[in-house]
């Protein structure tokens, strides 16, 4: 599974609004050290404009990621097209607040995370055809 987090920085707390739990996807990822398989997500930031990613630095080191890649994603064009499927990377593809940036983090953790769902906001994707063709071939 992996797990994409929408979180807010305002009023010196992060707030975590959504999160889209993709159910279909397996973890891949190996720990430098240790060569057992880990834990990789992804978390959007937003944040107002005029606090630096200093707030997503401190996010990383306080919650001890090991941070794969990271970017201000801030002034992406946003394709608005009704035919684009469902998945992780389009649902967090959202319109930022007036006066936030966006920033986006790939991670990985040492121990499993266990995610509290909420299931008023949260989203579960499921990609059926890779999951028909496991089936076939087990």
Request: glycine share 2%; net charge negative; charged share 20%.
């Amino acid at each position: 599974m992996k797990v994409h987090s929408l979180v807010v920085f305002e009023n010196d707390t992060y707030t975590e609004i959504s999160k889209a739990l993709d159910i279909s996807i397996h973890n891949s990822l190996r720990s430098p050290e240790t060569q057992h398989f880990v834990e990789d997500n992804f978390i959007t930031f937003f944040y107002p404009d005029y606090l630096g990613n200093g707030v997503v630095e401190e996010y990383v080191q306080t919650h001890q990621l090991h941070l794969i890649d990271g970017e201000d994603i801030s002034d992406i064009e946003i394709p608005n097209s009704v035919e684009t499927p469902l998945s992780i990377e389009n649902w967090a593809r959202v319109q930022r607040p007036y006066g936030y940036r966006m920033y986006r983090i790939h991670y990985w953790t040492d121990q499993p995370i266990y995610w509290k769902i909420n299931p008023d906001t949260d989203l579960f994707l499921y990609n059926h055809d890779l999951m028909d063709n496991l089936a076939l071939c087990n």
